[in-house]
Each structure stands twice: as structure tokens, then as C-alpha cells.
């Protein structure tokens, strides 16, 4: 049996829509089949995403000069698979179907899905166990055998992109799933706090119909449900300290409510559910065990720190509020740098550079001012956890 791509995303320029390109699908179709897929460009960059077996690979092609009518409109073009039975790797022989087309825009996708900078394969095995949960609801998994929730939990200190993770493998697996029966994905978004009521026994009440409108919406079963529910701790609390700490009664039948429902929801083959949370002692130990996957994702390492600056720096480059003269030494004298970064979090390093700017009181920053006032910002944020010790 030979494999397929399953998936084709095209990532456009920034600036353009997608219907400037939608009605030219068969033809980028035909052109992708004669230029690419058949070795005509070789500056594509591969990558497995798995820690034992391979069972989903990425091939990213950015050097669209081969496909001259599409070089203004297309920066990036994904191609994406999964194995076939026999365990057979992608090869990029067959014929493309354009109805396998993924269009995103950066304004909305990028920032979640190629910004996401998450060390090694933290977001690679998490992608590939979340595709394995889901081949085993859609090969009809008897879970009343096999415990499947399809449920993630994500655990983590305040900005290291738990958030931006489910984002992010929301919109990779809605690609994936185009062609096992899925054409169509949507996201819900829950906000916990407007889940509480005032009134008496009424927040169990709207859990639950919350949980039926996310059903309803399961109802179609060509539509994958992704629901994201962010700090989950505020619904999930645990009921044995809401107890000892005289809560209110109706805050343990909102938990109440919450794991009947994940129970009764996971009959739709469908859905999926991901939870975040920044306080793993204070959820409740059975939503806890009801997590398919338990993640900790910790702050950025040396080399998510390393790309999330270099995102950040090109972004001042392109709007011409950073002027480098010399490329090659401000690299060298930045890379003395990053090191000392490494335990900030995420949404810390990329507050660093409006920081820099705002405190430059100049238009345009040069690349000596930029790395003196990074490390000035270092140095005050050694401080800051030195007088916090």
C-alpha cells in the first residue's frame, strides 16, 4: 500500500488574502506536482515529529522561485503525512489533490503555529500522542475497555505558551484530519470565569450547557470539535480543599459537572478537549486522572530563547526601528547573551524588546545600543529574582 499527503499548507506573505489564491488552487496544484515534487528544489528542510517511530513528517519548502507566478503571494509551502499501514514513509511521488489545500494567513495562523517556539520535540510528541488518541477513537476503540478521553492537560508557570501550544495543535491538526473524514474543524473557547453564577446550584447548570452546546456542535460528524478551556483550575478545583476552606457548595457542583460531562462527551469520536493550568496542586485529583496526556511545559531553554529573540529582532528590522551595520558581530556578541536569558518565560523574552525601544529615546536603535540595553535588562532581572530569593 503506498502512502499519501494528507495535508498541503500554503503559508501566504503578509498583506495578502486568501482569495487571491483560493480560485488558483489547481493550478499551484499542478505547478507544486511539476516543481517540487519531483527534486526540482532542494533547499526544503525536513523534520520527524516523534520520539521512537515516526509517524508524521513535515517538509517545508521557502524557496518558491520555481513557481514564478506565485512567488509574490506565497512565502512557505508545508507539506504534511501520515504513515500508511505498512509503516511506509511519505514520498513525494504521488499526484496532489488541491481540495487538500490549507490556506493561512500570518496575521491569524502564524503567530500560533510557525512563532511557536517550544525546545526539542516538546510540541512534536505531543502532536504525535494527541494523533494516536485520535486514530484509536476513529477506528472505534471500545473505551469502556480502553480508557480514550481525548483529553490534554498542560501544567506550567505563567507564560510559557500552554496557551499558544493548544492553538497551535488545534490549527496543525486540522490540516492532518482533512483526509480522515474531518474537511471541516472548529475551536471553542471556553471562558471559566463567566461559567459562576450568584445564584444557588446555577453554575453546575451552566456547565452543563455548555457541555450540550459543544455536543450540538459535535453533532455533525464531519466537524473535528477542538475546545480549549484555559486555567482550568478555576472550574476544577479541587473539592477536597474547597471543603476544608468552607467554600461554597455550588463551586463543588461546578467541578461535579465538569467530569460527568468530559465523561459523557467523550462518546463523540470528534472532539477533543485541552486544559491549561498554572496551578497543578489546586486542581482536583479526578480530573487530573481523567488527562490522557499530562504535560509541564517549562520555560523556554537555550534554544527556543535563542529563536523567540531572533523573531523578535527581525520584527524591529522590518518595521525599521533596529539598524544593524555589522550582521556577523552583532551575532557573535549576542550569542554571549542568550545564555543568560534561559528562565525567563516566553511572554518575559518578548516583552524585552519594547523595553529596550521604549527606554532607547531614540528613532531608530543601533545594534551596539540594543545588546547595551540587553544587558542591562538581564542585569536588573538577576536583581529582581535575587531580592524575590
Not at 528544489?41 to 517538509?59: G, K, T
Not at 483526509?179 to 472548529?186: A, C, L, Q, V, Y
Request: charged fraction near 25%; proline fraction near 3%.
Amino acid at each position: 500500500m503506498s502512502t499519501e499527503i494528507v495535508s498541503v499548507a500554503v503559508r501566504l506573505k503578509r498583506g495578502i488574502a486568501r482569495s487571491s489564491i483560493e480560485s488558483r488552487l489547481e493550478e499551484l496544484s499542478g505547478l507544486i506536482q511539476e516543481e517540487i515534487l519531483r527534486g526540482k528544489v532542494y533547499n526544503w528542510r525536513a523534520f520527524m515529529i516523534s520520539q521512537q517511530e515516526a509517524d508524521f513528517e513535515q517538509v517545508i519548502v521557502e524557496n518558491l522561485q520555481v513557481l514564478p507566478a506565485f512567488s509574490t503571494l506565497i512565502s512557505a509551502i508545508v507539506f504534511g503525512s501520515l504513515t500508511a499501514n505498512d509503516g511506509e514513509m511519505l514520498k513525494f511521488t504521488e499526484k496532489l489533490d488541491h481540495q487538500l489545500f490549507h490556506i493561512y494567513c500570518p496575521s491569524q495562523d502564524e503567530a500560533f503555529s510557525q512563532d511557536l517556539s517550544l525546545d526539542g520535540e516538546k510540541d512534536g510528541s505531543v502532536l504525535s500522542f494527541v494523533l494516536s488518541l485520535i486514530r484509536m477513537s476513529t477506528r472505534g476503540v471500545n473505551t469502556k475497555i480502553i480508557n480514550v478521553n481525548r483529553l490534554l492537560l498542560l501544567l506550567g508557570p505563567p507564560g510559557t505558551g500552554k496557551t499558544s501550544l493548544c492553538l497551535a495543535l488545534a490549527q496543525q491538526l486540522s490540516i492532518c484530519l482533512r483526509s480522515k473524514g474531518f474537511p471541516r474543524s472548529i475551536l471553542i473557547e471556553i471562558n471559566t470565569h463567566s461559567l459562576f453564577s450568584k445564584w444557588f446550584s446555577e453554575s453546575g447548570k451552566l456547565v452543563m450547557k455548555m457541555f450540550d452546546q459543544i455536543d450540538e456542535a459535535a453533532e455533525d460528524e464531519k466537524t473535528f470539535v477542538f475546545v480549549l478551556i484555559d486555567e482550568v483550575e478555576s472550574l476544577g478545583i479541587s473539592r477536597t480543599g474547597s471543603v476544608s476552606r468552607s467554600d461554597p457548595a455550588d463551586s463543588i457542583r461546578a467541578v461535579n459537572a465538569l467530569l460527568t460531562q468530559i465523561d459523557r462527551i467523550r462518546r463523540r469520536q470528534n472532539v477533543f478537549i485541552m486544559c491549561t493550568s498554572n496551578l497543578r496542586e489546586c486542581l482536583d485529583s479526578a480530573l487530573v486522572d481523567r488527562a490522557d496526556l499530562i504535560r509541564v511545559v517549562p520555560p523556554p531553554g537555550l534554544q527556543a530563547v535563542t529563536r523567540i529573540i531572533l523573531d523578535c529582532i527581525n520584527e524591529l528590522k522590518r518595521v525599521d526601528l533596529l539598524k544593524i551595520d555589522d550582521e556577523s558581530i552583532f551575532m557573535s556578541q549576542l550569542e554571549e547573551y542568550l545564555p543568560r536569558l534561559v528562565g525567563m518565560s516566553g511572554r518575559s523574552l518578548r516583552k524585552i524588546p519594547a523595553l529596550i525601544y521604549t527606554n532607547s529615546f531614540t528613532e531608530v536603535l543601533s545594534g551596539s545600543n540594543f545588546l547595551t540595553s540587553l544587558g542591562a535588562v538581564i542585569e536588573k532581572q538577576a536583581k529582581h529574582q535575587t531580592d524575590r530569593i
